[in-house]
């Protein structure tokens, strides 16, 4: 989920164990979304996106859900692996404009 | 593979100094962000640019200046150093020519930390 105040949320799940990971975002226009995925010490990297005209998305290992009702964005790893441990935080963007808004993001720890 | 680099990983300043921070990207892409990144609080915006010669204010461009001469340069200044400016500095770079499928992500650098004493 989102952070409150300066701690990151953190998920701590055991490896071989499925992930997810949420994101409450603020904008009822954005109709595009990106999940990134930041380890420690290095930028951030595209994982996968999906469009506001789509409710699922997969691709390797990982699955995007959106919920445009609620306004909540989820990203699922499959069978979760010590290399996936980092920030994971959504972006979403209104596509008619320029701003991207990022998440604050969740830590995610996988115990070996 | 878009590739974004930054002149510095770690860098230590002290107070008043005058600091640059630089950013190249080797993608042809015309927009390019400059960010900064602070535990809890997300990435911020800072300064953009279009296209080259062009920058636009973000969200907290206060102490900040950019200079974008050159399509693949984008360059951070921090005029006078404060400690309040230690921080993540994340640049990112975007195509907006229209031929990329996702057009909107951002692409970034591998961030400098700047500490400033």
């Known amino acids: 989920g989102e952070s409150v105040g300066l701690h990151l949320p953190t998920l701590s799940v055991q490896e071989g164990d499925n992930s997810i990971i949420n994101c409450a975002y603020s904008n009822s226009a954005s109709d595009y979304f990106i999940w990134y995925k930041q380890e420690s010490g290095k930028g951030p990297q595209f994982i996968i996106d999906?469009?506001?005209?789509?409710d699922k998305r997969q691709g390797q290992r990982v699955t995007v859900l959106l919920n445009k009702t609620v306004k909540h964005l989820s990203l699922q790893i499959a069978a979760t692996q010590p290399g996936d441990s980092a920030v994971y935080f959504c972006a979403e963007i209104y596509t008619g404009g320029f701003k991207t808004i990022f998440g604050a993001g969740t830590r995610l720890f996988v115990k070996a | 593979d878009v590739k974004v680099t930054q002149s510095s990983r770690y860098l230590v300043k002290r107070t008043g100094e005058k600091v640059f921070l630089e950013c190249v990207q080797d993608?042809?892409?015309?927009?390019m962000f400059w960010y900064r990144q602070d535990p809890g609080l997300g990435l911020r915006l800072i300064y953009f640019s279009y296209d080259v010669k062009m920058k636009e204010k973000g969200d907290i461009p206060e102490g900040y200046s950019v200079s974008r001469e050159k399509k693949e340069r984008f360059s951070l200044i921090l005029e006078s150093a404060s400690t309040n400016q230690t921080s993540m500095y994340l640049c990112a770079s975007r195509d907006a020519s229209g031929r990329a499928r996702s057009q909107e992500t951002q692409y970034f650098g591998p961030g400098t930390r700047l500490l400033v004493l």
């Open positions: 999906i469009r506001s005209n789509m």
């Open positions: 993608m042809d892409h015309e927009n």
